[in-house]
């Protein structure tokens, strides 16, 4: 790949990390709605520079309807076995995440 498309990534990546910082931020203030539209920004930047969303933050959002998620207050987080559940009380989706040991 060329160098400066390299370059760009690594810039997409940190934009991502940022903006998934302000969402957690703005959520625990309540502000959750622009919790969500960091969230939406930070996908679509993913999305233009083809750049994953790192694994921490991608159980931070519905998969479904990609509202941000806060434990207690708009899902629930339960553990079952090996397995994470985490359902979505925007939309109702459940997301199962196993985990390993
Ligand atoms: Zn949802």
């Known amino acids: 790949m060329k160098p400066y498309r ?9 934009r991502i990390n940022r903006l998934f910082e302000m969402a957690e931020k703005m959520a625990l203030e309540g502000r959750i709605e622009l919790a969500n539209r960091y969230v939406e920004i930070a996908r ?43 359902s979505c009380h925007n939309c109702g989706n459940v997301m199962r995440i196993p985990f390993a040991r």
Request: hydrophobic share 30%; net charge positive; with cysteine.
């Open 44 to 86: 679509k930047i993913g999305m233009k520079y083809l750049v994953r969303i790192p694994k921490q933050y991608k159980r931070r959002f519905c998969r479904e309807c990609h509202s941000y998620l806060l434990p207690g207050e708009n899902c629930t987080v339960r553990v079952k076995k090996k397995t994470i559940i985490i």
């Open 6 to 14: 390299l370059k760009r990534k690594r810039i997409a990546r940190r």
